[in-house]
């Protein structure tokens, strides 16, 4: 996915007309062993990632994911939209949930690009990539939407 | 059962680090995100980052852990978002610190808090700054 080749995350959005449009939902599912490892990764050792007999005394009755998991996830392909994502750096990320995601559900995901724009700066000229993505469940219920903020240098080819 | 948030409250302080680059090795393993800004010295630098540099993710991920510890399994997080201000770099120890800004009791039964939420390094710099929405349904309606 990455082109070591291309430095610094120079990035080209071939046109504005895609814009809005959503990627084809992906299925992904909560898996016990990517969350256990998740929460082993961001070293949070809350039981309701990982103790089953706590997850299930608990109010959700089963075992849920940390609130940040669903950036594993695959929100499918953004037709259109040809970003390199090596060197891109995270700007801004806004989580809204309507619950917590459980594990061993399916969940649908997918992304859009909401604008793209180019500032100068200090450290010259940064385009900004902002997306919404969405996690639903089978209904299309949604479990949770993000925003967020990804930062390259150099301007967007449009 | 009710929850004990005032505005004013501070919750308890998360530290966690110093960060190590087999930290973001293995959040790189367990989230997908392989950039090679995060895991490739050369790649870093040759990208004027100076070198590697912590997903901001992993970062937003100990706040989210200071957030869920004081909602504790009785509450759920509504909302929560940062803005990254600050690369977090192998070797910085990470301090998260939060405060209840608000708390609504819109309807009966269901009060919600709004959290100010702040990462800072060693060097007394914030890295993350924020914000997260909690939600407590009193039983038995939750």
Same mark, same amino acid.
């Given at each position: 996915?990455?082109?070591l080749d291309?430095?610094?995350?120079r990035?080209?959005?071939?046109?504005e007309?895609?814009l809005?449009?959503?990627s084809t939902p992906?299925?992904?599912?909560v898996e016990?062993?990517?969350?256990?490892?998740?929460?082993d990764?961001i070293g949070?050792?809350?039981?309701?990632?990982?103790?089953?007999?706590?997850?299930k005394a608990?109010?959700y009755?089963?075992l849920?994911a940390?609130?940040?998991?669903?950036?594993?996830?695959?929100?499918g392909?953004i037709?259109?939209?040809?970003v390199?994502e090596? /060197?891109?750096i995270? /700007?801004?990320q806004t989580?809204?949930?309507?619950?917590?995601l459980y594990?061993g559900e399916?969940?649908?995901?997918?992304?859009?690009?909401t604008d793209v724009y180019t500032?100068?700066?200090s450290l010259?000229?940064?385009t900004f990539?902002?997306?919404?993505r969405?996690?639903?469940?089978?209904?299309?219920?949604?479990?949770?939407?993000?925003r967020m903020t990804v930062? /390259?240098?150099?301007?967007?080819e449009? | 059962m009710?929850v004990?948030w005032?505005k004013?409250?501070?919750?308890p $302080?998360?530290? *966690?680090?110093? $960060?190590?680059?087999l930290? #973001?090795?293995?959040?790189?393993g367990?989230s997908g995100?392989?950039n090679p800004?995060?895991t490739?010295?050369?790649?870093?630098?040759e990208?004027?980052l100076?070198g590697?540099i912590?997903?901001g993710?992993?970062?937003?991920?100990?706040?989210?852990?200071?957030?869920?510890?004081?909602?504790?399994?009785?509450s759920?997080? &509504? &909302?929560?978002?940062v803005?990254f201000?600050?690369m977090v770099?192998?070797?910085?120890?990470?301090i998260?610190?939060g405060? =209840?800004?608000e =708390?609504?009791?819109q309807?009966?039964? $269901?009060?919600r808090?709004k959290l100010?939420v702040?990462a &800072? +390094? +060693?060097r007394?710099?914030? =890295? $993350?700054k924020g914000?997260?929405? #909690? *939600?407590?349904v009193a039983?038995? +309606?939750?």
């Amino acid at each position: 996915m990455f082109n070591l080749d291309d430095k610094g995350g120079r990035c080209t959005v071939v046109s504005e007309r895609i814009l809005n449009q959503w990627s084809t939902p992906v299925k992904n599912v909560v898996e016990q062993g990517a969350v256990r490892k998740f929460a082993d990764a961001i070293g949070d050792l809350n039981p309701l990632y990982r103790d089953e007999g706590a997850a299930k005394a608990s109010r959700y009755g089963r075992l849920i994911a940390p609130p940040t998991f669903s950036m594993t996830f695959d929100y499918g392909e953004i037709v259109g939209a040809d970003v390199t994502e090596a /060197g891109l750096i995270h /700007g801004e990320q806004t989580f809204t949930f309507v619950r917590p995601l459980y594990v061993g559900e399916t969940v649908w995901c997918s992304a859009r690009l909401t604008d793209v724009y180019t500032r100068g700066g200090s450290l010259g000229k940064m385009t900004f990539y902002l997306y919404e993505r969405r996690c639903a469940d089978a209904n299309d219920e949604t479990i949770l939407t993000e925003r967020m903020t990804v930062i /390259g240098k150099g301007g967007a080819e449009q | 059962m009710t929850v004990d948030w005032h505005k004013g409250k501070e919750l308890p $302080v998360l530290t *966690r680090g110093p $960060v190590t680059r087999l930290d #973001l090795v293995r959040y790189a393993g367990a989230s997908g995100d392989f950039n090679p800004i995060h895991t490739v010295e050369e790649f870093a630098i040759e990208a004027g980052l100076g070198g590697v540099i912590a997903h901001g993710m992993l970062t937003m991920a100990y706040v989210g852990q200071l957030i869920s510890d004081f909602a504790g399994p009785d509450s759920d997080i &509504e &909302e929560f978002g940062v803005r990254f201000r600050a690369m977090v770099r192998p070797g910085d120890v990470i301090i998260c610190r939060g405060v =209840v800004q608000e =708390v609504m009791t819109q309807e009966v039964d $269901v009060t919600r808090a709004k959290l100010q939420v702040t990462a &800072e +390094n +060693n060097r007394g710099e914030t =890295v $993350v700054k924020g914000s997260a929405r #909690l *939600r407590h349904v009193a039983a038995p +309606n939750r």
